[in-house]
C-alpha cells in the first residue's frame, strides 16, 4: 500500500514558476514509477507527466514538454514536478499516481493516487 500526499499548489501569475511535490509513504518507492496528472475544471484528467523507478526515463505531454520537469529523490520518497513558463491553461488539480508496474501515460495503469493540489495561474 502506497499513500501519496501532494504539495506546493497555489496561485501564480502566468509565466511564473511553481513546484510540486508529492510525499509517499513505504519503503519501495523506488520500485514505483510515478506520474502526474491534471484535471481542469470540466475537462478529463489528463496526463502530464512520468518518470520510471530508476529516473532513467521520462515522458511529458506535449502541452507542457519544455517548461515543466519531473523529477523524484528515492531517498526522500518524493517526486516533484517544476512548472515554468505557466500559462492560464495550467490552472487545474494536479494529481501524482504511483505504479507498481511500468510507467505509463495511461491512469489505468497508475495504483495509487493522491489527494490533489490545486494551481492556479492568474492573468
Known amino acids: 500500500q502506497v499513500q501519496l500526499g501532494e504539495s506546493g499548489g497555489g496561485l501564480v501569475q502566468a509565466g511564473g514558476s511553481l513546484r510540486l511535490s508529492c510525499a509517499a509513504s513505504?519503503?519501495?518507492?523506488?520500485?514505483?514509477?510515478m506520474g502526474w496528472f491534471r484535471q481542469a475544471p470540466g475537462k478529463e484528467r489528463e496526463f502530464v507527466a512520468a518518470i520510471s523507478g530508476s529516473a532513467t526515463i521520462r515522458s511529458y505531454a506535449d502541452s507542457v514538454k519544455g517548461r515543466f520537469t519531473i523529477s523524484r529523490d528515492n531517498a526522500k520518497n518524493t517526486v516533484y514536478l517544476q512548472m515554468s513558463s505557466l500559462k492560464l491553461e495550467d490552472t487545474a488539480v494536479y494529481y501524482c499516481?504511483?505504479?507498481?508496474?511500468?510507467?505509463?501515460?495511461?491512469?489505468?495503469?497508475?495504483?495509487?493516487w493522491g489527494q490533489g493540489t490545486q494551481v492556479t495561474v492568474s492573468s
Open positions: 513505504g519503503r519501495t518507492f523506488s520500485t514505483y514509477a
Open positions: 499516481a504511483a505504479a507498481s508496474t511500468a510507467w505509463s501515460r495511461e491512469m489505468a495503469a497508475y495504483n495509487y
